[in-house]
């Protein structure tokens, strides 16, 4: 059984499907952290500006962004880059998690600036060893 810190660190996950949250979050409460769940780029953008998160789990493929009536693509490629524009990861790692191909998603992920990729589904062994790694002080 993992022993829970005073202080546990908050992450933060970006997923707009509902299972994966679920699972990604209770796999990461036992293993002792904080998270928060959300499955809309925009309030993932004001989450990690108002609490600066300790690490982002974050999805790349997310559906046609309808508040911008264009139907306009936002996906976790691009609001990677926009928190990297804006100066809001510095010293946030981010671990990208798809279930796109691996040989092309992988690369394209950590050139982006992500710390680390995962596969879904994501082995509950493989996600905890990333995370604590990542987290390592």
Known sequence: MNETPANPAKILVIDDNAIIQRTVQLALQELGYQTVVTGEIAEALNFVRREKPALILLDI????????FSGGLRDGFWALEWMRYLGELEGVPVIVISGDDPIAAKPRALAAGARAYLHKPIRKD????????????
């Not at 493929?61 to 911008?68: I, K, L, Q, R």
């Not at 493989?126 to 002080?137: D, S």
């Open 61 to 68: 493929n997310f559906p046609p962004d309808s508040a911008t």
């Open 126 to 137: 493989e996600l905890a060893a990333t995370v604590a790694e990542l987290l390592k002080k």
